[in-house]
């Protein structure tokens, strides 16, 4: 069974960083890509950063800079370092990973002063 388990969300002021972690069981993660998403409130899904199984990095233009993405293979688990946010970032972030994907079911990250 394939379990995904995202951590580290939280309320950060303008400027501020969080990590968040996606730690996964079922599925290993140094041969899978695996994406963030982040839904904010009224808005659809989208596609904020990826690593490969190769350990390449592919970020959305707005995060480029900003947010780092990156995979622990000993445990199974992959980052997502968010420094300088903006309270455009408030979202819930998700993992996916494998194919058919499996998702995580999401960490809040609100970003206000």
């Known amino acids: 069974q394939v379990q995904l388990v995202e951590s580290g969300g939280g309320l950060v002021q303008p400027g501020g960083s969080l990590r968040l972690s996606c730690a996964a069981s079922?599925?290993?993660?140094?041969?899978?890509?695996v994406y963030w998403f982040r839904q904010a409130p009224e808005k659809q899904r989208e596609w904020v950063a990826h690593i490969s199984k190769g350990g390449d990095t592919y970020y959305k233009d707005p995060v480029k800079g900003r947010f780092t993405i990156s995979r622990d293979n000993a445990k199974n688990t992959v980052y997502l370092q968010m420094n300088n946010l903006k309270p455009e970032d408030t979202a819930v972030y998700y993992c996916?990973?494998?194919?058919?994907?499996?998702w995580g079911q999401g960490t809040q990250v609100t970003v206000s002063s």
């Open positions: 996916k990973a494998g194919s058919p994907a499996y």
């Open positions: 079922g599925i290993t993660f140094s041969v899978n890509a």
